[in-house]
């Protein structure tokens, strides 16, 4: 059984309650969240929230009722992992044992289905204990990423023998990109961290990774999206 996760905070201080402002007709979270009723592939559907207009809503579309989330798991210093922990044993008490455990984040609603269906292809076929989101990284740590030493003066900020005068002379490094996640429950259970296990990642090209963090990252996805409904209407 697959459970598809959305977590969406009610605080935000880039964005004032951005995982319910309206994005192009409707809510934020609904561009992620009909994408997790849509896919036939995901078995339960649950939100974890402290927002109870938000927890509603999820609920009243077909979400799993789990209450709100913990009060230590809605503040500023909450990662991704303890809330993901607390849903998934919420929705298992109601669904029953997951086979994975599918987070899209609502604050990248730019990812299609085929991302989802793509990233959970490579879980099943792989087996790591995560498919993680990830895009080509504008910049290089072994080349253009600099960082002050003692002195303030900069240097690269992971030097290699002899130095890299080109990029593509650099090791590949990708971008976490906070978009869709594939995790094994076992794995989800015992560790405390992201990368304490073997994660992979599923490569999306960085048009479909933008995620909103502030007033600009917002409007640069409504005119994506706004491209896209064109596209669309002219295919």
């Known amino acids: ?45 649950v939100v974890s929230t402290d927002d109870e207009e938000i927890y509603q809503h999820a ?12 009060a230590h798991l809605a503040t500023d210093a909450a990662g991704k992992w303890g809330v993901w922990q607390h849903a998934l044993e919420e929705a298992e008490k109601l669904a029953g044992p997951a086979g994975a455990f599918l987070d899209l984040d609502c604050t990248s609603p730019l990812r299609l289905p085929e991302d989802i269906d793509a990233a959970l292809n ?41 130095g890299v005068v080109a990029r593509q002379q650099a090791p590949t490094v990708w971008e976490h990109a906070a978009s869709t996640y594939v995790v094994a429950p076992d794995y989800l259970r015992r560790a405390g961290s992201l990368f304490e296990g073997r994660v992979i990642p599923y490569l999306m090209p960085p048009e479909r990774c933008v995620d909103i963090d502030s007033p600009l990252d917002f409007r640069m996805v409504e005119f994506l999206m706004g491209e896209r409904e064109k596209d669309q209407g002219h295919a």
């Open 1 to 45: 059984m697959i459970i598809g996760h959305i977590g969406a905070r009610k605080g935000s201080k880039g964005v004032p309650r951005k995982n319910f402002r309206d994005m192009r007709g409707k809510p934020l979270i609904d561009w992620s969240l009909d994408q997790l009723f849509a896919a036939p592939r995901v078995d339960a559907v």
């Open 122 to 162: 490579l879980f099943f076929a792989e087996r790591p204990d995560m498919v993680m989101s990830c895009c080509e990284a504008r910049k290089n740590p072994y080349f253009n990423l600099v960082e002050p030493d003692e002195t303030g003066a900069l240097h690269v900020s992971k030097p290699l023998p002899g």
């Open 59 to 70: 609920v009243a579309k077909g979400a799993l009722e789990i209450g709100l989330r913990p």
